[in-house]
């Protein structure tokens, strides 16, 4: 025998023994410890590019060939370079912006305008290059490219988006590590570590271009929307080990009870067990306590929303942007050590407030500030960079004082925008009232889009063919915010709360629109055959939709609560046959019952294992009415396995795939319903 | 939901690979299959194809509940093995690109945890996938079986033997020694892309003179019995620069062609001697079938088998008398090879005999549902042709008659990778410009290449010497048109032929009727909708953005007709000019052989 022969016997061998997941597993290891762990050198752009714009002599042109980037940077087609111009550039992401205000106001224009007011200052041109979405890696990069216009200084909101980490091998070893030792919450303490390390290097990175630059750096430090942001329904408890998901989903259920009946300190307590249990890994117990804390110990309610907030941060979920109180804290100490300018939004903005935890006067969602907060942040940044500049010192008080108010028509549909923005985030009716009331108030003709929003979301028509579409996408603000060709932000969803809210608001306004809407929403939606489990029938929430999130995408519905809901329009009530796909994942028990309700009521409890099953049940026309309908599946209170689910969410990790932290609660391959009436022509 | 019992239900997985798709059996017959780039618009797509998984049974009335099997394409532990060996010296291979790609178990796993299936899986070796592709669905009682690819496990070209229900291999050719490696390695040499670029050089043959055969057939070894070896010294399959040594470049004497730039002579002349040398190991390797086997009949399937140039010579010189192409030849294929042995394996019966003589398995979108989409754009000037359909063909005739390119859409789409009238842009055939214009304005491809014609089945005598339907554009060959045809017809007159009934096309083969009538042409040019380097439309909007941003004259979505004078400006204005989001999961620059 050869040495080929040979080694092709080896190798068969190898791979019989290595077939299984542990041999997979064992090969990915022996991979790991074979690689260098050289940094990928980082590819230069074109020396002459910054952000979409090309470098020309004495202006940046847009590049026609990086349009499908344009959306997320300032909207200039052309930004004057004169010489004899001080130079100020803005870095940083959405916040900077100005989300929902852009293009009519950003920070960019509102920093221009605070520095017009100093005295000295008004040759000073301030350049936008802030980027929505923008990590930290964009944000080195296009401070990087920054330099090529000579800046004086350069002003940084950034942060939000820093705990998007493009994980190493390595740290996915670590990170699968923490997670078989400590579960989810020792998994996600390790996550913070890893991104106030990645702060402080990007920080470092900063201050190394700003001082080759010669630039002084004003960095603002982003602050969150403590007292009015609520997250999703759909992020629960990650994976718990053993059996205690089930006890912590009673104390939930009990926790809420005492709060509902006034009983602060034993929901206090409650959540505090908890926490116990879940290792500080869900926000929902941190809330519960920022909730039962409130009226009586404010501080360590506020404390305990800076928790949930911070909580939810993790490799394992898809959350809204925000930055960790580490982080800020990060921000202040690396400020110190290399003399940045600090603008500090979390004083400043409770400085601002009686002291209060940040709310919705500041934020228009979780991290976009409101024009106020907008306006206050430029007039602070203004006044840091007039010395600077060697300005006459000025105060932030002052240059506020001099701000205009920004047209009434701008106001309205910014709330408008954040209505929407905020429902697609799972925020409460309470809170898409007070934008809506707040769009309404601010001026009357904002009606028109939310009728164009009613028609538009309601049909099965893409956003961009809709006529309705194109005539709110007049509006600058609105076709940048709801962008045709950004499939997330204008995909269909089952907002049906945010729309009731808009026809209830514009009914209150003397708009007629109920009937409109409910001719509109059954001529879309009433079929022969309506499948539940698409977008528009069971997503309210971007997070909500089939596919998206972190973790294996399954060709089912994972429930990510213990109750699902399916919207189901029809037109007349009539016998409905509802056909369901489903299972229960793997846990302590093999079979126990679902419930199946409709518009509150209950219809069925089924009982249900953990194979794949048909079910048909009949929706009887007296449980229906003409328009939308709810059907709720209560899925049964039962542990996980929470062990398995942790060794395995370990081992996808040490695979180099995130793994999604959160349990199942029932799997749904399938939800049709049917008229009986149309079935039988 | 299903409620007879008369056969299992088996869905066919191809995955892990480019292309992913599925194939679903019910009790034999096979009632649908999908790619799964085209529901993720991601360019071959090689993720277990779970949307396409979704659709397919819906499409079909079934669930996951109703599944019996689940059969995959390949098998995981002679593909690591084949890994292993690649990678050796080092154990195992740790470059970059193969870091977490040893992993034997991730089918069982992705079909467990993503697709949900906790049942029976089947593990069908690839070849014998590609065998079963083609011959369960040739309708043949008996048959020869060649499988040729660029690599599978360890085989990269088998020989079987299928009889009445059971089908085996009895031969291979194992890695590295691979014709379609060969091919894809001069592919890349000639700076196009590795498993994208091969009929490109197919098309670019006709262009040259072979005078490198000789040198080409250097690099390859085919013996008197019908196999064949390479000389591995001009290979390094490894290499993610491209596939072909140094040396190579050396005995070839034509220097590596940077893509995109000038096709000179010497390229056309190379490409011609690569498909000469690929024809005539072809007709080598179909000889040694027929020895093996000594049937009538020859079925032949693997990404080798889509170079339908070669395949003609193996009809019209080889020694059989019936040929049979699958014409989703390349892996995607092996979704319906893979379900078909299943079922075989569960039932000791092969599956339906009867020739597959349709590739429209995919989803539609109901009539109805388009006439839904385009009322959301308000009154517009688009033309409403419900239950006229004698209009809607006048209509779209005369506009084809005009000059016109159409994009054509309407019914279920097709699988494999040709579209065959219903995801179809269409053309009068006749115009001198027309190959031009489509180029420049849909394609942004390399212009040397003609377009297919989609010919009525009963005149395709007339106009082509083909005397046997050629329903799925695999076959090339001689325009004998009295008409002038030069969008469809290649420098050496030859033209890949798609054959058109009433039967099987339904609309489509009515309106090449009415384009007949105003015209005494029946052919239409038909190429697939979709702009390059995207996937083939699937949904109207799909189909919609193709449009805007392509200059096609007019979509024909179902029932209606939108001419682009009658396009909102909004919308030229928003999509004019853009690009989809190039989303593409696989290198183009080697074959991926992880
Ligand atoms: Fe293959």
Redesign the interface.
């Known amino acids: 025998m050869n040495t080929d022969d040979l080694n092709r016997t080896y190798t068969r061998r190898l791979s019989e023994l290595l077939s299984s997941a542990d041999g997979a597993a064992t090969l990915a290891l022996l991979q790991k410890l074979q690689r260098a762990h050289a940094p990928e050198p980082d590819a230069d752009a074109g020396t002459d590019t910054v952000g979409v714009w090309r470098r020309t002599g004495t202006e940046l042109v847009r590049d026609a060939g990086r349009r499908e980037e344009w959306r997320y940077w300032a909207d200039l087609e052309r930004v004057p370079l004169p010489v004899d111009r001080r130079r100020v550039v803005l870095l940083g992401e959405s916040a900077a912006r100005g989300y929902f205000f852009d293009p009519a106001h950003n920070l960019a224009t509102l920093l221009g305008e605070a520095l017009g007011r100093i005295s000295g200052l008004s040759d000073v041109q301030v350049v936008d290059l802030a980027r929505t979405n923008a990590t930290h890696v964009d944000l080195e990069a296009t401070a990087h490219q920054a330099v090529a216009l000579a800046p004086d200084a350069l002003v940084v909101l950034a942060g939000n988006n820093w705990h998007n980490l493009d994980l190493t091998p390595a740290q996915m070893q670590l990170l699968a590590e923490e997670l078989r030792s400590g579960g989810f919450g020792a998994a996600r303490t390790l996550f913070h570590r890893l991104v106030v390390e990645q702060a402080g290097r990007t920080l470092d990175a900063l201050a190394a271009t700003a001082h080759a630059a010669g630039a002084p750096i004003t960095l603002v430090v982003p602050e969150f929307n403590l007292a009015d942001w609520q997250d999703e329904r759909s992020l629960v408890c990650p994976v718990l080990p053993g059996e205690d998901s089930r006890v912590w989903l009673e104390l939930r259920a009990q926790a809420q009870l005492h709060l509902a009946r006034g009983e602060h300190e034993q929901g206090a307590a409650v959540a505090e067990r908890m926490r116990r249990l879940d290792g500080g890994s869900s926000h929902v117990s941190a809330r519960l306590l920022a909730d039962a804390l409130a009226g009586h110990r404010p501080a360590e309610a506020e404390q305990a929303l800076v928790t949930a907030k911070d909580t939810v941060v993790s490799p394992f979920t898809l959350h809204s942007p925000r930055v960790l109180a580490a982080v800020q804290d990060e921000m202040r100490r690396k400020a110190d050590e290399h003399g940045f300018l600090l603008v500090d939004l979390p004083k400043l903005l409770r400085a601002a407030d009686g002291d209060r935890a940040p709310g919705r006067r500041f934020f228009m969602d979780y991290c976009h500030l409101t024009f106020e907060g907008l306006a206050l942040t430029a007039a602070a940044a203004a006044a840091r960079l007039a010395d600077q500049l060697g300005a006459p010192a000025t105060t932030t008080e002052e240059l506020l004082s001099a701000q205009t108010r920004p047209a009434s028509a701008t106001l309205a549909v910014a709330h408008f925008l954040a209505a929407v923005h905020n429902s697609h985030y799972g925020q409460p009716a309470h809170i898409l009232r007070h934008h809506l009331d707040e769009a309404l108030a601010q001026d009357p003709a904002v009606a028109v889009h939310l009728e164009n929003y009613l028609d538009y979301q309601t049909r099965v028509t893409p956003h961009w063919m809709c006529a309705s579409y194109e005539k709110s996408a007049q509006v600058p603000e609105l076709a940048r915010y709801l962008v045709v060709s950004d499939t997330r932000l204008t995909g269909k969803l089952a907002d049906h709360d945010l729309r009731e809210e808009m026809v209830r608001a514009l009914e209150s306004t003397g708009v007629p629109t109920a009937k409109r809407y409910e001719d509109l929403l059954v001529a879309e939606h009433a079929r022969a055959e309506s499948d539940l489990l698409v977008d528009v029938a069971q997503a309210a929430t971007f997070r909500e939709r089939r596919g998206s999130g972190v973790g294996t995408r399954t060709a089912f519905l994972r429930a990510a609560d213990l109750t699902s809901e399916f919207h189901l329009v029809v037109d007349e009530p009539t016998d409905t046959e509802l056909r369901l796909t489903w299972r229960l994942p793997a846990g302590e028990t093999d079979a126990d019952t679902v419930h199946v309700a409709v518009n509150g009521t209950a219809l069925a409890a089924q009982r249900l294992g953990t194979a794949w099953q048909n079910t048909e049940l009949t929706l009887p026309a007296a449980l229906l009415r003409r328009g939308r309908n709810v059907i709720t599946i209560g899925w049964p209170l039962r542990a996980v396995d929470g062990d398995r689910l942790v060794e395995d969410a370990a081992a996808a990790l040490e695979r180099g795939t995130t793994p999604s932290g959160f349990p199942a609660y029932g799997h749904l391959f399938a939800c049709t319903a049917r008229p009986l009436a149309a079935t039988r022509d | 939901?299903r409620n007879n019992t008369e056969g299992p239900v088996v869905v066919g997985v191809s995955a892990h690979f480019h292309d992913s798709a599925v194939a679903v059996l019910v009790g034999g017959e096979l009632v649908g299959a999908a790619h799964e780039e085209r529901f993720t618009r991601v360019k071959q797509d090689p993720?277990i194809p779970?949307?396409a998984?979704?659709h397919t049974l819906?499409e079909a009335g079934l669930?996951?509940?109703?599944v019996d099997c689940v059969a995959y394409y390949e098998d995981?532990?002679?593909k690591?093995?084949?890994q292993?060996?690649m990678g050796?010296p080092?154990?195992?291979?740790?470059r970059?690109d193969?870091?977490?790609r040893?992993?034997?178990?991730?089918p069982f796993?992705?079909i467990r945890?993503?697709?949900?299936f906790?049942g029976r899986v089947e593990i069908v070796d690839h070849h014998l996938s590609h065998a079963a592709s083609a011959y369960y669905f040739s309708g043949f009682a008996d048959s020869a079986v060649l499988t040729v690819d660029a690599v599978g496990e360890w085989a990269t070209t088998t020989w079987g033997r299928g009889d009445g229900d059971h089908l085996e291999l009895i031969g291979e050719t194992r890695f590295p020694h691979s014709l379609g490696l060969l091919y894809s390695t001069i592919t890349g040499h000639l700076g196009f892309e590795v498993n994208e670029g091969e009929y490109k050089v197919m098309g670019l043959a006709p262009y040259g003179e072979p005078r490198f055969a000789d040198r080409v057939r250097k690099l390859i070894d085919v013996t008197a019995d019908g196999t064949f070896e390479l000389d591995l010294a001009y290979f390094d399959f490894r290499n993610p620069q491209g596939m072909g040594t140094e040396k190579l470049t050396e005995l070839l004497g034509v220097p590596p062609r940077v893509p995109e730039s000038e096709i000179e002579q010497i390229h056309c002349d190379l490409a011609r001697s690569l498909q000469l040398v690929t024809e005539e190991t072809l007709l080598a390797l179909a000889a040694r079938a027929k020895r093996l086997v000594p049937s009538d009949n020859l079925c032949m399937a693997g990404g080798v088998a889509l170079n339908v140039v070669a395949t003609r010579r193996v009809v019209e010189e080889g020694p059989f008398k019936n040929v049979f192409v699958q014409p989703a030849a390349g892996d995607a294929g092996g979704s319906l090879g893979a379900a078909a042995v299943a079922h075989q394996r569960i039932t000791g019966r092969r599956i339906t005999a009867r020739r597959m003589r349709s590739a429209l398995l995919g989803p539609a979108t109901p009539a109805d549902?388009v006439a839904?989409?385009?009322?959301?754009?308000?009154?517009r000037d688009f033309l409403d042709f419900r239950d006229r359909e004698g209009d809607l063909l006048a209509a779209v005739a005369d506009r084809l008659a005009a000059g016109k390119v159409i994009g054509w859409y309407h019914g279920r789409m097709e699988f494999g990778p040709r579209a065959l009238g219903s995801r179809s842009i269409l053309a009068d055939p006749r115009g001198a410009d027309m190959r031009d214009r489509i180029n420049a304005s849909v394609k942004m491809r390399e212009a040397f290449r003609p377009f297919a014609p989609a010919v009525l089945a009963e005149k395709a005598g007339e106009h082509f010497r083909l005397d046997h339907p050629s329903p799925f554009m695999l076959e090339t060959c001689e325009v004998t048109s009295p008409l002038d045809l030069p969008a469809i017809t290649h420098v050496d007159r030859s033209a890949r032929v798609q054959t058109v009934t009433e039967e099987d096309n339904g609309r489509f083969y009515r309106l090449i009727r009415a384009f007949e009538e105003r015209t005494d042409c029946p052919i239409v040019l038909n190429t697939s909708f979709n702009l390059r380097g995207e996937p083939i439309v699937r949904t109207p909007?799909d189909a919609?953005l193709c449009f805007l941003r392509s200059s096609i004259d007019c979509l024909v979505l179902e029932d209606f007709v939108i001419d682009r004078a009658a396009l909102?400006t909004?919308?030229r204005i928003?999509?004019e000019?853009?690009?989809p989001?190039r989303t593409s999961a696989v290198s183009d620059s080697v074959y991926t052989l992880l």
């Open positions: 939901m993720d779970r949307e998984l979704r819906r669930t996951l509940a109703d995981p532990v002679k690591l093995d084949r292993l060996w050796l080092q154990v195992p291979d740790s970059p193969a870091l977490f040893l992993d034997a178990d991730r796993r992705d945890e993503a697709l949900g906790d549902e839904r989409t385009l009322k959301g754009a308000g009154a909007e919609l909102p909004a919308w928003w999509f000019g853009t690009r989001p």
